[in-house]
């Protein structure tokens, strides 16, 4: 017998909106004891600065907000708030790798991420967008031995930097396109 997965969980997930403060401090305290780990001073501090850029950060830029942190104890208290599914590593084009917080604590996120240097933010997708990908989940679910338990999109693009050193982009793109066309 096939198990469909629920679309209800789905649901809950995609319409969920950013915690208030005391619904997020009990989500992450809920998910680190989950996993046997505290909530210290460092990690409260670290998922602070992460709900404070509300966008993906790499770990440069995290440190701007946390003076005086370790590297190596910053690192390891990523992995762990990683381990608790309340961090998530985004990998882009780019050299670094990007942090922010999970849905689970956040809201939704969709994300622009430039194809040159690997610069990444967070976008807000239209409801009607959300209402087609839910009927695309609803639809595989029947087909897919997969529970879906959610769905990521980002769109890929040139940042307005990447744009000013690179202003023949969008001539090549118009090239290669007549090129196929023949
Ligand atoms: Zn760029
Ligand atoms: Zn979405």
Redesign the pocket.
């Known amino acids: 017998m096939t198990v469909l997965p629920t679309a209800g969980t789905y649901a809950a997930r ?1 319409t969920r909106s950013a915690l208030d403060d005391d619904a997020f401090e009990h989500e992450f305290t809920r998910r680190l004891h989950a996993i046997n780990q505290r909530v210290t001073p460092r990690r409260r501090a670290l998922l602070g600065a992460l709900r404070s850029f509300n966008k993906p950060v790499a770990i440069a830029e995290l440190r701007t907000q946390l003076p005086g942190e370790a590297l190596s104890s910053l690192y390891r208290n990523l992995e762990v708030l990683m381990r608790a599914g309340v961090v998530e590593r985004i990998v882009t084009s780019g050299d670094f790798a990007r942090f922010e917080l999970a849905e689970v604590v956040a809201e ?3 994300h622009v991420i430039c194809e040159q240097c690997g610069a990444i933010e967070d976008i807000d ?1 239209p409801h009607a ?2 209402d087609v ?1 839910h009927d695309t989940v609803a639809q595989v679910s029947t087909t897919s031995a997969f529970t879906i338990t959610g ?3 980002d769109l890929l693009g040139l940042c307005p930097a990447c744009q000013a050193v690179q202003p023949s982009a969008v001539a090549i793109a118009d090239t290669s396109a007549s090129i196929i066309s023949k």
């Open positions: 995609m939704h996120p969709h997708a967008l959300e990908l769905h990521r999109l």
